[in-house]
């Protein structure tokens, strides 16, 4: 029997979503305070999540619950290597490293892909349709917040490969809903 496992990650990452909202570094780049050297670093530890994420899913693709998910039109490690391109110049990947975070972040992805890899769905989600639904809103405080063009530094937030972003979601949720799971595997997922 399906579960709604669309709405509950959402409703269950609320107070998660709330608490993010609050650290200093969102708060003040909600608020239009974006330091340029602190937001090369966040580009830079999401091209390290993102990478890991993206090549786990990739490994994952026939798994029944996290191959579903794994949409290609998604992807953002381009993406962020245009970024990272902009920002470090061609010669970036000698010039970046994780956080700690970050390396705790990769850690984790890499650990729940080989020893639980339906828990992938809960981050998978959190990240992407994070990003897709919120991504416009932050690439406008970016740009206006540290006087960037329309594509500098900012092709995290374009989903070049989703024509209709509400069609995609929609699609997206309804894949989420339909996944081979019970409840007890929907509620560690979220």
């Excluded at 992938?120 to 992407?128: D, F, S």
Aim: glycine share 8%; charged share 25%.
């Amino acid at each position: 029997m399906p579960v709604a496992l669309a709405t509950q990650l959402r409703e269950g990452t609320k107070k998660a979503h709330t608490m993010a909202e609050n650290t200093g570094f969102v708060s003040c780049f909600l608020k239009g305070v974006v330091d340029k050297a602190s937001y090369r670093t966040l580009v830079a530890d999401l091209w390290f999540v993102y990478s890991a994420m993206e090549e786990e899913i990739g490994h994952l693709a026939d798994h029944p619950v996290v191959g579903p998910v794994g949409f290609s039109a998604l992807n953002r490690r381009e993406s962020l290597e245009q970024d990272l391109a902009f920002y470090f110049g061609g010669g970036w990947r000698h010039q970046i490293k994780a956080t700690p975070g970050a390396q705790e972040y990769v850690a984790r992805i890499r650990q729940v892909a080989k020893e639980a890899p339906e828990l992938l769905v809960g981050h998978h989600y959190t990240r992407y349709i994070g990003d897709l639904s919120g991504g416009q809103i932050l690439k406008n405080i970016a740009q206006k917040a540290m006087s960037l063009g329309e594509h500098d530094g900012l092709r995290f937030y374009e989903f070049d490969a989703i024509d209709d972003e509400k069609a995609f979601k929609t699609h997206y949720r309804s894949v989420l809903d339909n996944l081979p799971i019970d409840q007890a595997m929907a509620d560690r997922i979220v």
